[in-house]
């Protein structure tokens, strides 16, 4: 009988000047190139990234992150569900025993086998293949994730070290100027209260050093905790930027919502599908004992599940229909946001090498007003607090210049988010 069927350091920030009386105050850094890192200008045009598989101190500790590690567990999975994907449903053994005592013992045996709609066993093989490409294409959006935000955190630790330099240093020439101008105060050449202003400076650059190294510890600890490091652990340094691809179509962003299309449209071949009748068939063997004589007989049999209320099927239908138009959209987006990045970094460029050059010439300009003022206020004229904000402003300038790379730099690692190169030889544990 037939059961019923069912459904089968970056060291980017030197100075681009050199502090008060410390160097040469006309120099500064190529506005294009951060230490390692160039980033291309508007005519160069890279369309997506990603280089050839170099294994380095950076990807390997991108690779061995808890979200990357995960999403490469999932990938494993993905491809292990795959082949269970078209397997047939497991027969089944049906038996029954009677026992009559007019008219003797039955017997009866039957196997049955469900097998899938027309085109479900396909639309099952091109769900499980769409299933590993999202899983690839996950791994590798989250690679690039990692690497980006990673990135992100060395660039913001490199700047803010910096700033803290740089108003260590002002604090330093402030409180030398302020025990030089002490001495003046008793002799009557200098007022007292030129002096507690120049103090006054002094704790503020103390203050705004003490939140520049806080920045730098805060963002060095989140790039520890984003690679699943205990605190205190090495960070690695930063690559130079990955090379140009010709089509955006191989970030990562964009293959994943192309595969996600791939599901859409096989799970709407698998809602076509149960629109057709399910069928099972089975064979059976039947033996009956009556008295003296045996009677035995073979069988087959043949069921169909035939849909009639077509709301579910229709409604499945319809689902999968606009969950494949969803991921069209969102594959145009993922495709949108690719270009954006790379205009986004070549602005960034633009800018940086504008505010690089105007910080160089501020720097030149304040470097020749502090001489006149040195001069004056050596000769017992001049004004002191006007030497003061001099100083200041060039202060200000280099940090100008140091926050124009430091924003250059921070959408150069936006482009990492375009693809990450696998490590080779590829990490222990990770595929």
């Not at 027969?91 to 899938?116: I, K």
């Not at 479900?120 to 690839?136: H, T």
């Not at 740089?166 to 020439?173: P, T, V």
Request: with cysteine; proline share 6%.
């Amino acid at each position: 009988m037939l059961l019923r069927p069912t459904t089968c350091r970056l060291p980017i920030f030197a100075a681009v000047v050199a502090l008060a009386g410390c160097g040469d105050p006309g120099r500064g850094t190529d506005a294009g190139t951060l230490g390692s890192w160039k980033l291309p200008l508007p005519d160069e045009r890279p369309v997506a990234v990603a280089s050839a598989p170099v294994a380095t101190p950076f990807l390997t500790a991108v690779e061995r992150s808890p979200q990357v590690r995960a999403a490469a567990a999932r990938l494993r999975a993905a491809r292990a569900a795959a082949g269970a994907a078209t397997v047939l449903p497991d027969p089944r053994v049906f038996g029954e025993y009677s026992s009559r005592p007019r008219s003797g013992d039955g017997l009866e045996l039957w196997v049955e086998q469900e097998l899938p709609r027309w085109g479900e066993r396909d639309a099952a093989a091109a769900a499980a293949r769409a299933s590993i490409l999202v899983a690839g294409a996950e791994l590798d959006e989250a690679r690039a994730t990692i690497a980006a935000d990673l990135a992100s955190d060395l660039i913001a630790a490199d700047a803010a070290g910096k700033r803290a330099e740089l108003r260590r240093a002002q604090a330093e020439r402030a409180r030398a100027l302020a025990d030089g101008l002490t001495a003046g105060v008793a002799a009557g050449r200098v007022r007292s209260a030129e002096v507690l202003a120049v103090r006054s400076r002094i704790d503020g650059a103390e203050q705004a050093a003490a939140e520049a190294a806080r920045d730098h510890d805060d963002a060095r600890r989140q790039a520890v905790a984003r690679l699943g490091l205990q605190p205190g652990a090495e960070l690695p340094s930063l690559p130079s930027l990955p090379s140009p691809l010709s089509s955006v179509d191989d970030a990562p962003a964009v293959r994943l919502a192309a595969a996600r299309r791939l599901v859409a449209a096989a799970d709407e071949s698998m809602a076509a599908g149960r629109a057709r009748p399910q069928v099972t068939v089975g064979v059976g063997w039947q033996r009956d004992d009556l008295g003296d004589d045996r009677d035995e007989a073979w069988m087959l049999g043949l069921a169909l599940a035939v849909p009639v209320d077509r709301t579910a099927v229709d409604g499945r239908r319809a689902a999968a229909a606009a969950m494949r138009e969803a991921s069209g959209h969102l594959l145009t987006a993922a495709r949108l946001s690719a270009v954006a990045a790379r205009e986004r970094a070549e602005r960034a460029a633009v800018v940086a090498t504008a505010a690089a050059a105007r910080a160089g010439t501020s720097a030149q300009r304040l470097e020749a007003e502090l001489a006149v003022l040195r001069s004056e206020v050596a000769a017992g004229g001049g004004s002191i607090l006007l030497l003061v904000d001099r100083l200041d402003a060039l202060v200000e300038a280099q940090l100008a210049a140091n926050d124009a790379q430091a924003a250059q730099a921070a959408a150069g690692a936006e482009l990492w988010r375009l693809g990450v190169p696998s490590p080779t030889p590829p990490v222990p544990g990770v595929p």
